[in-house]
């Protein structure tokens, strides 16, 4: 089923400059981009974000983090793109993620993991709404998706 997912290229992505190299990685899979902006995470939008982590040991560094340089977020969308999208990013922890996964890739460390992706079509949907309004998701037609789609 085709659907939307959240993506967001956290501050040590945007500071290490390959937010390109991680747009490529989606495009080449076939995937849309329908929205994106670069953008600071207010304390209160991390907070709201990362509530399901309130209380765990990395909590309040994973907020100081996520609010400590602009974000790149995005709305992706396509054919199962939520599992997709998790699989291209990698495991949580950079030492587990494979090579060829984004996090396999280009990180060592679980608390600088270049970016975030919806682990669910439920989460998905609420993180979309937290960052985006309706009118800053787009709907256009690519020609190529004849090529991609059955
Ligand atoms: P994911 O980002 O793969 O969905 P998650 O939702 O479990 O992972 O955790 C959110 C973020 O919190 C994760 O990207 C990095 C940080 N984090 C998770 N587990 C951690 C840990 N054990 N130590 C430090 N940071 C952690
Ligand atoms: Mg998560």
């Given at each position: 089923m085709v659907s939307k997912t959240f993506l967001?290229?956290?501050?040590?992505?945007?500071?290490?400059?390959?937010?390109?190299d991680i747009i490529s990685r989606f495009e080449r899979k076939g995937l849309q981009l329908v929205g994106a902006k670069l953008m600071r995470v207010t304390t209160e939008l991390a907070e709201e974000h990362y509530k399901e982590h309130k209380g765990k040991p990395f909590?309040?560094?994973?907020?100081?983090?996520?609010?400590?340089?602009?974000?790149?977020?995005?709305?992706?969308?396509?054919?199962?793109?939520?599992d997709i999208t998790r699989k291209l990013i990698g495991k949580t922890n950079p030492k587990d993620a494979e090579p060829g996964?984004?996090?396999g890739?280009?990180?060592?460390?679980?608390?600088?993991?270049?970016?975030?992706?919806s682990d669910s079509e439920e989460s998905a949907v609420r993180e979309i709404s937290?960052?985006?309004n309706e009118d800053e998701i787009l709907e256009y037609n690519k020609d190529i998706d004849v090529w991609i789609y059955k």
């Open positions: 967001m290229v956290k501050p040590d992505g945007v500071q290490r400059q390959i937010i390109g909590y309040e560094n994973l907020i100081q983090f996520i609010t400590s340089g602009p974000v790149f977020a995005m709305v992706w969308q396509g054919e199962n793109v939520v996964t984004i996090r890739d280009y990180c060592l460390y679980v608390s600088k993991n270049i970016i975030h992706g937290l960052f985006f």
